[in-house]
Structures are given as structure tokens and as C-alpha cells.
């Protein structure tokens, strides 16, 4: 949630804050595997809750399905289009 939420909690934080408030007299964690299987437990925890709420975790971006289809005169087309269109506007009648 504090992602979702703008409050960009790195997961050093929560495992930090979480080894103290169940070790206070514990010494901090090192960055040792231990530390990295705790991060890579809390990443793989927090994907599996996204898919549980249905946040859409991976999707397709939109200029790969147009780049398939794509071929240099269609691209030329486009961009002379576009140029036509943006020089309308700064042309003094």
C-alpha cells in the first residue's frame, strides 16, 4: 500500500522496521543471503497479492503490437502526416 499510495517504502525500510519490532535487543541485519531471501520472499509476497487484487502486474505496451505491422512507407506516411499537421498551426495566413 505504500507504493500504491505514493509513500515509496523501499524494502530495506520494512525489513529494517520489521527485524527491530520482532528483535528490539536483535543487532540490524546484515546484507548477507539472509537479508537478500527475506527482500526476495517480500517482492515475490507483494506480486501475489497484486494478482489477488487484480492489478494488472504485466501488460503488453501498445507500440509493440503497432511495430509488428509497421513498414518503412507507413512510417513515412506517419511522419509526413504529422509534420503537415504541426506546421498548420504556425503558418501566418
Known amino acids: 500500500a505504500g507504493k500504491v499510495e505514493e509513500q515509496h517504502l523501499r524494502t530495506r525500510d520494512i525489513i ?3 527485524n527491530r519490532y ?4 536483535g543487532e540490524p541485519l546484515e546484507l548477507d543471503s539472509r537479508f537478500w531471501e527475506l527482500r526476495d520472499s ?3 509476497c507483494e506480486l501475489l497479492m ?3 487484487l487484480r492489478f494488472q502486474v504485466s501488460f503488453q505496451h501498445p507500440h509493440k503490437v503497432c511495430s509488428d505491422d509497421l513498414t518503412k512507407p507507413i512510417i513515412d ?3 509526413s502526416d504529422l509534420i503537415q499537421i504541426y506546421t498548420m498551426d504556425t ?3
Open 42 to 44: 517480500i517482492v515475490q
Open 77 to 79: 506516411n506517419i511522419v
Open 50 to 52: 497484486l494478482r489477488v
Open 91 to 93: 503558418e501566418i495566413p
Open 16 to 18: 529494517n522496521v520489521s
Open 22 to 25: 520482532f528483535n528490539p535487543s
